[in-house]
């Protein structure tokens, strides 16, 4: 419950105690009343507000309880998101902070429990942390909600975006403690899963960029440099296709490299040329001296 004003919690019990509004109305206000009521245009007197509420099985010190929870609920959702920008930023002392404030609030809740855990990975990603300690905590967070999850196959398994994205995130620590086949395994079974539910929400459309990027540096590693290709390019159309830019530099610049792995230098050059001055005008100098180091040092660019 995302807006938590008196309103809407009155209309969330009603629904599900399966009254109209006219249903509750009945014999305590008219039905005009309760609609301004939960539009938030009218306040009941606690006279009406009492008999409202025992209609609906509930009362003022619950209705309280209830109002505190969605707050908090309210509170956790922000710190999360604030948590989850500051990584993505490279802000990672940031993002700790934000994560004790997270463990207080969490709780024994297994979706509030799951999202900790899937950050506190993330922040430890970043740090360069041990990888089995970082999978064990993944392995954790999905469990929350996939307590028996079959990692061979679960192409059929519907999946939340949280879900999706620890998965992708497993992926992610496995390419970079050595485990490449594994993690080409677990990420074409997921990016299958996805594709077949054929969602079009925004958080699995970042989710499938960033797992096409993903498979595509392990089958690199693994010199399987046509299959790379191919999901560099799925990578590169889903980030065009969805405005959801922020990996697109990256993206080119995996596809310059593999074009040169497949000997097409023309094609890796003029991405190289393009993506350089790009970086440099967002201020992204390091990842713009690192494109410049790796065309001088492949192509003989200066």
């Known amino acids: 419950m995302h807006d938590n004003s008196l309103g809407e919690i009155i209309r969330s019990l009603r629904k599900k105690a399966h009254l109209s509004q006219e249903d509750l109305a009945d014999g305590i206000c008219s039905a005009v009343s309760i ?35 969605s707050e908090k609920q309210l509170a956790f959702e922000q710190e999360s998101e604030t948590v989850s920008r500051a990584v993505a930023e490279g802000n990672i002392e940031e993002a700790k ?4 404030r997270l463990e207080e609030s969490a709780g024994t809740d297994a ?10 990975a ?3 990603l970043a740090e360069g942390d ?22 061979e196959d679960f192409r059929n398994d519907l999946l939340s975006a949280r879900e999706a994205n620890i998965l992708n995130i497993i992926v992610a620590v496995l390419y970079h403690s050595g485990e490449a086949p594994r993690a080409i395994r677990l990420g074409e079974e997921l990016i299958t899963s996805l594709n077949r539910h054929k969602s079009g929400l925004k958080e699995y459309q970042i989710i499938k960029i960033n797992l096409a990027f993903n498979l595509a540096q392990c089958l690199e590693k693994e010199h399987r440099y046509k299959e790379a ?10 980030s065009l296709g969805s405005f959801e830019q922020a990996l697109l530099p990256e993206i080119e610049f995996g596809k ?3 074009y040169h792995l497949l000997g097409d230098d023309r094609e890796c050059t003029a991405i190289l040329k393009a993506i350089v001055p790009y970086m440099e005008l967002v201020r992204k100098t390091e990842f713009a001296g ?9 192509l003989g660019i200066t």
């Open 130 to 151: 041990d990888p089995e300690k970082i999978l064990r905590i993944l392995y954790q967070s999905l469990a929350q909600t996939k307590p028996s999850f079959n990692f």
């Open 122 to 124: 993330s922040v430890k």
């Open 35 to 69: 609609s301004r009521i939960e539009n938030g245009t009218q306040m009941p007197s606690g006279t009406v507000l009492e008999a409202l509420l025992g209609r609906l099985g509930t009362s003022t010190y619950q209705l309280c309880d209830i109002y505190y929870r």
């Open 111 to 120: 979706l509030n429990l799951q999202c900790f855990l899937m950050l506190d």
């Open 97 to 100: 902070k934000g994560l004790i």
């Open 229 to 238: 290709f191919t999901y560099i390019q799925m990578a590169e159309e889903l």
């Open 290 to 298: 690192i494109v410049r180091s790796y065309a001088e040092k492949e």
């Open 256 to 258: 310059a490299k593999l």
